[in-house]
């Protein structure tokens, strides 16, 4: 059974820093790549971070380019995500999602989701 | 970045009608390999998305035969034959063909 557990959301000062964690289970997680998407209360969803999975290549939303740094560690089926200079806007729950996977021309596409954590930036 | 735009971003049902949901890619989603990477997503309150169809018309196991994904190139629909009230929550399209990922705005539906 796959599961993404998600961690390390808290209360924080704006300009604040923040670490986010994801272990991971029930699949190869070093074959898949990984994306973190964020949605606002009451907002919609907002993709904002993914690594493919050898970590070599990482993209970003243009919202949180240069504030964010996502990052895995294959060893531990982990992923993060490293959050600077936090911002009111940032105030989110933050899901990992298991983003793709392909052999050939068959891919596993966007099938998983955690629960969730949920960072707050407030004074 | 492909935009993607849902329309209505809310819908009042009648249990037992049918409801529809149109998802429009600002460029083509087609891959070299011939797939199309659209996605649809449901969440209800307080819960985490759940992946409902992929590749435009595919169901997710579980996913009941009342949901159905249509359409080609950037013009989807996703359809659902006869609502229940389970499906009430918020759906979402999105694109899976390049970095950055993008989602419709999200189309709330309620039950009248």
């Known amino acids: 059974e796959v599961q993404l557990l998600e961690s390390g959301g808290a209360l924080v000062q704006p300009g604040g820093s923040l670490r986010l964690s994801c272990a991971a289970s029930?699949?190869?997680?070093?074959?898949?790549?990984m994306s973190w998407v964020r949605q606002a209360p009451g907002k919609g969803l907002e993709w904002v971070s993914g690594?493919?999975?050898?970590?070599?290549?990482?993209f970003y939303a243009d919202s949180v380019k240069g504030r964010i740094t996502i990052s895995r560690d294959n060893s531990k089926s982990t992923l993060y995500l490293q959050i600077n200079s936090l911002r009111a806007e940032d105030t989110a729950v933050y899901y990992c999602?298991?983003?793709?996977?392909?052999?050939?021309?068959?891919?596993?596409?966007?099938?998983?989701w955690g629960q969730g954590t949920l960072v707050t930036v407030s004074s | 970045d492909i935009v993607m735009t849902q329309s209505p971003l809310s819908l009042s049902v009648t249990l037992g009608q049918p409801a529809s949901i149109s998802c429009r890619s600002s460029?083509?989603?087609?891959?070299?390999?011939?797939?199309?990477?659209l996605i649809w997503f449901h969440q209800r309150p307080g819960q985490s998305p759940r992946r409902l169809i992929y590749?435009?018309?595919n169901r997710d196991s579980g996913v009941p035969d009342r949901f159905s994904g249509s359409g080609s190139g950037t013009d989807f629909t996703l359809k659902i034959s006869r609502v229940e009230a389970e499906d009430v929550g918020v759906y979402y399209c999105?694109?899976?063909?390049?970095?950055?990922?993008?989602f419709g705005q999200g189309t709330k539906v309620e039950i009248k």
């Open positions: 999602v298991k983003d793709y996977y392909c052999t050939g021309s068959i891919c596993s596409l966007i099938d998983y």
């Open positions: 029930g699949f190869t997680f070093s074959n898949y790549a």
């Open positions: 590749e435009i018309s």
């Open positions: 999105m694109q899976a063909i390049e970095w950055p990922r993008t």
């Open positions: 460029q083509r989603l087609v891959h070299n390999n011939g797939n199309t990477y």
């Open positions: 690594i493919t999975g050898n970590g070599i290549n990482t």
